[in-house]
């Protein structure tokens, strides 16, 4: 897309030097207009200069000329125009390499995901409707980020905390406002959706700075 214009508003291609709508002064020299073009499918191929159709101002034009062959002299107008070089910019990939340990497990207790285990990690786990959370519930009285489940390592801390949901959350089937720690077998209820917590880091119990269950 052309993307310059002339001093009399013509949109023309950024290499051109003249524009081939405006009529030439006569005081001006009769000077092809050289534009770059690549050779399509051809490996390794260089820009080549193609000459484009210059208005002399009397209804003439000056014909296209083909580009001059290695070892022979050319003006300096039918020169070459060699491609500017391509800046590339790699982007690194950042890698978390700090690791979520399981500190604890929902099973579920009802509905579809009755019999089923999700692990609970360290840090924040989603809980929701939303495919992508940390624990999937599959009811339509979830909301698609319904609540959070966060375990502090440094307290040892399990806090189960609404996150703002339409039908709210429930632990021992009352509501929670907005947050709540968890105990062992606490029974968590999100729509109708019943889990079981079972705490895996607790008093004596937990992952160390290595990595190493203590």
Known sequence: MADKRCDNGHFIDESWDLCPYCPQDESEPEIPVVRPRSLAGEPGAHAVPVLAHVGRGDGAEIPASPPARRGTSSSPALAAVQPLPIERTVAAAQVNTAKRYVVGWLVGLN??????????????????????SDVVIQDDQASSHHADLVFRPEEKRFILMDHNSTNGTYVNEMEIEPRRDLAARDVIRIGSQRFLFSPLCQDGFHWDDEGLLK
Not at 116 to 125: C, I, Q, T
């Open 111 to 132: 509905g579809m995901s009755r019999g089923e285990s999700f692990p609970v990690r360290m840090g924040r786990n989603v809980i929701g409707r939303d495919r992508r």
